[in-house]
């Protein structure tokens, strides 16, 4: 009695399979961890320079608030001129909203209500330049340090396999070195998540104090517009 055979087509794609599970184990084992090391750690020098920048730029932007203030107190006395010529080259939101409304005082509150709203979504967008790199990198690096955690363990139980007469003794080592992986990636998502969380406050800070500026120059305008600066004086 003749034993069955199997046909040549699936023998073929058996074989296929398996090549490329051995293609993609040795991929694993040849990688191992180091790179993943590597990837965090350029990762995480690229976080540490959004970060550095986006200080020095709050620190730029800081509100000018008594000038301001002035110079909105100013508005009432004064023609629209003026007051620009104070708030020029000052920093901030705030400034650049205020001088788009007055800007546009002329021109009826419902223009000047638009100018703010386009003038807060154009410095929103400035203001939060590199923050979603920080969020998606403080989301995402622990599952990079897992990532690669996996792939040291994977290369240190085919070590065992290959010399199981070392023992739990390699294995162990080989594991201990694969979870220092997930440890980095840890100790970049966590400033990264805390940096933020704080610039994005500080944003939406600016947001809320910048609208509010825009506000009070519209519900001027709508309640006493200011006088034309030929007739001042």
């Known amino acids: 009695m003749s ?136 989301s995402n690096a622990p599952f990079i340090g897992l990532f690669g955690t996996v792939l040291g363990i994977i290369r240190a139980f085919h070590d065992l396999a290959l010399n199981s007469g070392q023992g739990a003794q390699a294995v162990m080592a080989g594991i201990a070195e694969a979870l220092v992986a997930t440890g980095v990636g840890l100790l970049v998502a966590l400033p990264a998540v805390a940096s933020y969380n704080t610039f994005a406050r500080h944003v939406e800070t600016a947001v809320a104090a910048a609208q509010a500026t825009g506000h009070a120059i519209l519900a001027f305008a709508k309640i006493a517009p200011p006088k034309p600066d030929s007739e001042v004086g």
């Open 3 to 138: 034993t069955p055979t199997l046909p040549s087509t699936a023998v073929g794609a058996e074989s296929s399979v398996s090549s490329v599970d051995a293609q993609l184990l040795d991929l694993m084992l040849r990688a191992g961890s180091q790179w993943v090391l590597w990837l965090l750690l350029g990762l995480s020098l690229l976080a540490v320079a959004v970060i550095l920048e986006r200080l020095w730029f709050f620190a730029r932007e800081r509100e000018p608030k008594r000038k301001l203030a002035a110079a909105l107190d100013k508005l009432r006395k004064t023609g629209p001129s003026a007051v620009l010529a104070d708030l020029a080259g000052l920093p901030s939101m705030q400034v650049a909203v205020a001088q788009a409304a007055i800007q546009h005082l002329g021109d009826g509150a419902a223009s000047v209500e638009e100018h703010i709203a386009g003038v807060v979504e154009r410095e929103r967008l400035r203001y939060e330049k590199g923050l979603a790199f920080l969020g998606t990198l403080g």
